[in-house]
């Protein structure tokens, strides 16, 4: 949703505050900026509305000399239209006292109201916490003037921990006092906060790309945390004030991963990452098929797998389409599967069949609506498989069993990568629940292994047609209505392709099961209406080739993604033709030709493509 940053150490602060805001930037960025503690414990503030790049300008003309604490925001609007009264940090009535927050105050309308006297500046739900934390701070009888500011610490923290136990709802938040500038605070629920140990420095930021080039060594906080960090250690506590103990970890990523390798959108160098991420997301986890793997790598046994019902796909957005790929597979192995989109779960979660495993999908493991309805499930009994990209996030710690997809960061808000990461280990758990159920015998399980471990040997001849591709797509680019069809467990593709298209050439599209579009939507088909049809060789392929005719007949201008056999029955006006593969594993390939058309319509509108309007990458509110 939005992106924070803080530092405290002995370099320049707000050099190393914007750097983190621009890394985090793909989070949000209709407003952002930076407070920090200035000479003589004065606090320095600079906000703008619109991107990092606008707040640098701003920071250059007016610098602020030395290091000391900070903080900094990138901000995706939820309460408040973008403005720079409405832009992070937020400052008490003081101006002493500044606060970043990510996620939604539930209950900010009652707490404001019990703040009678308090000058408030903006339309946020944030603000109300910068002053429910100068209230505090009155409410403790300070005489500031008279003490140290190492003395206030204990006091600082103690109003902050107070105004913690008076917010409903899901919060990163930070906070800098200037008369302590020697420590700044932290505390999470329901959104993501990392820590970054540094040496004489220390860091916090609501990913780790923000300080990855400074240090790898963090401290993931739960739910229910808080962090006071000090430039020279950081402590950690509950809600309640008790000190707990955290061990760091060290993240495998370097800075350069988040860099765009000479591609010239993230978008693009990510969408020619995908076999490298297939690759390292099946790299020692198939043979032998059948569970022993699963076991030793997340507890899930051949017995345990053997015992489920069924299982229930969640998610949104693309990871809901991989969803819909995954009921496909399990289904053609005989195993009972459904999938949802996480936001209209609630009611069918009480409605399992006892013995469901919930299978939970979200990139970044901090998507709102899939926690909920992860929860949800839990609630009701289910065990939860998760199946995510982002180590230490909150799905994997509440989940019962988590699959990694080793992915690596995706930076562009149009998910690639982290969806072909998604299938590959969809693909990955339906071998080995059909070889553990029996529906996949030793011969077919190694043949399904050998065929899975090929794929990303196909993604780089499929990416190989890049400008063929470029080609096409320029030549649409001034429709802006565009259909996609597809059947069978390339129907979910179809929707991909036409939600990819809208997400960053903000153009309409619709995507459609092709035995659909006689019920209703053939209606909208003018002359010249482009139309990709996803009819590569299978079980289907006649259905499709007559679904072309039927749309060409109406005038639609078809682009066939075929092979080379099913090209010889559909009749398109052009083709982009794929390496042939087994028709269970086309969904892997059929997707990245599509990936690509919306590139490059995007790039033929000048549109912008790795920072779409009205889009974050990581959506971590209902």
């Keep these: 949703m939005c992106g924070i940053t803080g530092y405290i150490g002995e370099n320049k602060t707000t050099d190393i505050l914007i750097d983190g805001l621009r890394r985090l930037e793909y989070r949000g960025y209709d ?58 940090p937020h400052t008490d009535c003081s101006g002493r006292l500044v606060v970043v927050h990510n996620g939604i105050i ?3 309308l009652e707490l404001k109201e019990k703040l009678p006297g308090h000058k408030f500046k903006s339309e946020t739900d944030t603000e109300v916490i910068a002053h429910l934390l100068e209230q ?31 917010l409903k709802g899901s919060f990163a938040i930070s906070a800098v006092w200037a008369n302590c500038p020697g420590m700044l605070l932290a505390a999470r629920m329901h959104s993501p ?48 004030g008790r000190k707990t103990a955290k061990d760091p970890v060290t993240i495998q990523w370097d800075s350069t991963m988040a860099e765009k390798g000479g591609y010239r959108h993230f978008m693009l160098k990510e969408i020619h990452e995908q076999a490298e991420a297939v690759e390292n997301t099946l790299r020692g986890r198939l043979l032998p098929l059948g569970g022993d793997i699963l ?21 949104c957005g693309t990871a809901f389409h991989a969803c819909l790929v995954g009921r496909g597979l399990f289904e ?28 939970a999908i979200s990139q970044s493991g901090e998507t709102a609506d899939t926690l909920f309805a992860m929860r949800e499930a839990k609630t009701a009994g289910a065990k939860v498989l998760c199946i ?43 071998g080995h629940f059909a070889a553990a159920r029996g529906r996949l015998g030793t011969a077919d399980a190694r043949r399904y292994a050998e065929d899975l471990l090929r794929v990303p040997r196909l993604i780089e001849e499929t990416l190989a047609k890049e400008k063929e591709i470029a080609r096409v797509a320029e030549s649409f680019a001034a429709s802006e209505h565009f259909l996609f069809i597809s059947r069978h467990l390339n129907y979910p593709i179809a929707l991909e392709g036409a939600l990819k298209i809208k997400e960053i050439s903000y153009v309409h599209a619709e995507g459609y099961a092709a035995g659909e579009m006689k019920h209703g939507p053939i209606a909208i088909i003018y002359k010249g209406m482009p139309l990709l049809a996803v009819a590569t060789s299978g079980r289907t392929l006649e259905l499709m080739a007559g679904n072309v005719e039927e749309a060409k007949a109406r005038g639609a201008d078809v682009v066939a993604i075929v092979d080379a056999e099913s090209r010889k029955t559909v009749k398109a006006s052009r083709y982009i033709t794929l ?24 790039l033929a509108k000048k549109c912008d493509i790795d920072k779409p309007r009205n889009l974050a990458k990581s959506v971590t509110v209902r």
């Design 193 to 240: 906060l990392v820590v970054g140990l540094g040496r004489n420095e220390n860091f916090i930021a609501s990913d780790v790309s923000a300080f990855l080039k400074y240090t790898k060594k963090v401290v993931f906080l739960n739910d229910g945390e808080m962090a006071a960090v000090r430039k020279d250690g950081v402590d950690y506590y509950n809600f309640h």
């Design 332 to 359: 053609n192995f005989g195993v009972p599967a459904y999938a949802d989109v996480a936001s209209e779960f609630a009611d069918r979660a009480k409605l399992m069949p006892k013995g469901t495993l919930v299978v």
């Design 295 to 315: 076991k030793a790598e997340m507890g899930l046994s051949a017995e345990a797998i053997k015992g489920f019902t069924g299982l229930q796909f969640i998610a």
């Design 388 to 430: 995510t990209n982002t180590v230490g996030s909150t799905l994997t710690r509440e989940s019962d069993y988590v699959l990694y997809t080793h992915c690596g960061p995706e930076i562009g808000v149009a998910s690639t990568k982290a969806f072909l990461g998604q299938l590959a280990a969809i693909y990955l758990l339906a």
């Design 136 to 166: 505090h701070l009155k409410g403790l009888h300070v005489q500031e003037k008279a003490v140290r500011s190492d003395m206030l610490e204990p006091v600082f923290f103690e109003a902050f921990r107070r105004t913690l136990a008076e």
């Design 31 to 88: 407003s952002c900026g930076i407070a920090a503690v200035g000479p003589k414990s004065s606090l320095y503030l600079k906000r703008v509305t619109g991107r990092v790049d606008a707040l640098d300008k701003l920071v250059a003309e007016e610098p602020l000399k030395g290091a000391g604490a900070g903080i900094g925001h990138t901000r995706w609007a939820t309460h408040g239209a973008p403005s720079e009264d409405n832009a992070h």
């Design 106 to 108: 539930e209950n900010y």
């Design 579 to 602: 390496p042939s593969a087994p028709e269970l594993f086309t969904p892997m390939l059929t997707v990245l030709p599509l990936q690509l058309f919306a590139y490059y319509v995007a």
